[in-house]
Every structure is written in structure tokens, then in C-alpha cells.
């Protein structure tokens, strides 16, 4: 998350200069289909506009319009005197009709989506930290339309009118903020897999006698490694010195490989050398 200041000093707002004690984050959307940030930084930041928020969000940096601890004109009510807000910068290609999006393409702004919500996110969770604030308590973390249920905002939709395309709701936003500040795993990154936790899904070969001896793409695998083990290619660990039974511990995945590479000649030079038919006949 990148951080850009530009401050709106030209906004009445900004010029009025009034700070609050943050209590929690409104979280808007523009309400207009208009990706680039810097279209309302240069429009706001002029006297006579009336409104004011703390950040823009982008799919890319975040722009800083107010110091954070500024009083925002952005609610339109009395959460102008606790929260921070920020307007999340919504696609090219729709309109509204009313607080209704039209002809919004949901799969087409899947990525767009992708992008900026988890920057809204991350952008919550740095000033929940800075400010102390709970993600997860009651009226913190609230959009422009859970404002107006709490008699504390106007009357618009953002962000309802537009996260639940994308299966995005405050509910899940405010459980990723929360998931982001205490190091879990969020809604949009799963945690990975730990190393141990692949091993624990792999399949592993103990012996020759454990390989199986058909596989429909690789003819007879045991046989073949069988052969490569006479030819001293793989090695056991000399527990069976006569036959083929001592302990390989090959995993699926290397065995297919082997496989693999067995068919296409890799082992021949060796493979002669040991008196063995090769792979490559020609
Ligand atoms: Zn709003």
C-alpha cells in the first residue's frame, strides 16, 4: 500500500481547519465511474465544493487529501465529528440511476474490484492501528450506508450498492481488516500452505514394491524404476544388498518425473553402459 499526500489546502474544509479524535473509518465509494483519483483531487481542491474526504483509494496508490486527524465533510451528518473517511474510486463503464449502479460488468471489473478492495482494506487496518480503534466494534468500521441506518450520515448507498457484486460486504470487510491487523489469513488471501502441510499431501514411495505398477500415462512405473535401480542409476539405501527392496522414499511427483525424463533418453548413455536396453530405440 503506497500512501501519496496531496493535500486538498485549497478546499474550504481543509481551510477550516477543525481536528477530531477519530473513533472509527467511513468507508464511501464515489458514487461516479471515474477510476482516476486525480480528476477529484484537482476538482476538489478549489473552494466552494463542499465536501471533502480524507483518501481517495485506487486500484494503485492511495492519495491523501486531509491530514487524518482533519474534521472530513464527507458524511453529510454527525460522523463528520468522529470518523475518517476515505472514497473508494469505482471502474469506468457503468451509471446510476438513482443509488443504483447500471450496466455495471461484474466480470470484467472483477480484478479492479480485486485490487482496490484490499487496498481499502489495508488502508482501515494502518489507521485502526494508528488510532486504536477496534475494526470489529460496534459503528468503528461503518460504510456511508450503515452511517445513514445510524442516524449519523446521509442518505446514500455507497458501498452497498456496489461490494456485494463482487460477494464483498462491510461484514466481510471489517472481518479482513481485523484478519490483516492480527496476521490471519483475509477473505482475498487465503493463507498458504506451510511446507509441512504439502509434504503431509504428497504421496512418498517407500520401497520399489510400493510403486504402483500401472499408471495409465507412464505404462509401468515400478518396472521402470526397477530397471534404473539394476543400472545403479537410483540408489537405495544398501539396506537390501541382492535385490531392489531397500528403502528409495520417492514421491509421486518425483517418480512421474523420472518417468518423464527415462522416456526421453536422459538415462540411455547409462543404461547401455550397464548391458540395458535403452529408452530411445531408433
Ligand atoms: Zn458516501
Redesign the pocket.
Known amino acids: 500500500m503506497e500512501i501519496i499526500q496531496n493535500i486538498l489546502t485549497e478546499n474550504d474544509c481543509y481551510k477550516a481547519g477543525r481536528t477530531i479524535t477519530p473513533r472509527g473509518v467511513m468507508v464511501?465509494?464515489t458514487?461516479v465511474a471515474q477510476p482516476n483519483a486525480s480528476v477529484f483531487l484537482k476538482n476538489w481542491n478549489k473552494s466552494g465544493i463542499e465536501a471533502c474526504v480524507h483518501a481517495f483509494v485506487t486500484t494503485g496508490p492511495i492519495y491523501q487529501a486531509l491530514p487524518w486527524n482533519w474534521r472530513g465533510w464527507?458524511a453529510g451528518g454527525a460522523a463528520n465529528n468522529t470518523h475518517i473517511s476515505f472514497?473508494i474510486c469505482e471502474p469506468a463503464g457503468h451509471t446510476y440511476n438513482g443509488g443504483t449502479m447500471v450496466g455495471y460488468d461484474v466480470e470484467q471489473n472483477a480484478e479492479y474490484f480485486a485490487a482496490i478492495y484490499k487496498n481499502a482494506v489495508e488502508l482501515t487496518a494502518e489507521l485502526c492501528k494508528t488510532y486504536g480503534l477496534d475494526p470489529l466494534e460496534d459503528g468503528v468500521v461503518i460504510c456511508?450506508c450503515e452511517g445513514c441506518d445510524r442516524g449519523i450520515?446521509s442518505n446514500?448507498s455507497?458501498v452497498l450498492q456496489w461490494f456485494p457484486k463482487h460477494d464483498k460486504n462491510m461484514d466481510t470487510f471489517r472481518a479482513d481488516v481485523a484478519a490483516l491487523m492480527e496476521g490471519r489469513a483475509t477473505s482475498y488471501e487465503p493463507e498458504e500452505k506451510t511446507v509441512e502441510e504439502d509434504d503431509e499431501d504428497m504421496i512418498r514411495y517407500k520401497k520399489l514394491s510400493d510403486i504402483p505398477n500401472t499408471w495409465d500415462e507412464a505404462g509401468n512405473p515400478r518396472a521402470t524404476i526397477g530397471k534404473l535401480m539394476d543400472a545403479k542409476i537410483i540408489n537405495g539405501d544398501g539396506s537390501d544388498p541382492t535385490g531392489n527392496d531397500d528403502i528409495i522414499d520417492l514421491s509421486e511427483d518425483m517418480v512421474r518425473q523420472t518417468i518423464i525424463e527415462y522416456r526421453g533418453g536422459a538415462f540411455d548413455r547409462r543404461l547401455i553402459a550397464a548391458g540395458l536396453e535403452p529408452a530411445v530405440k531408433d
Open positions: 464511501h465509494s458514487g464527507h472514497e456511508h450520515a446514500h455507497d
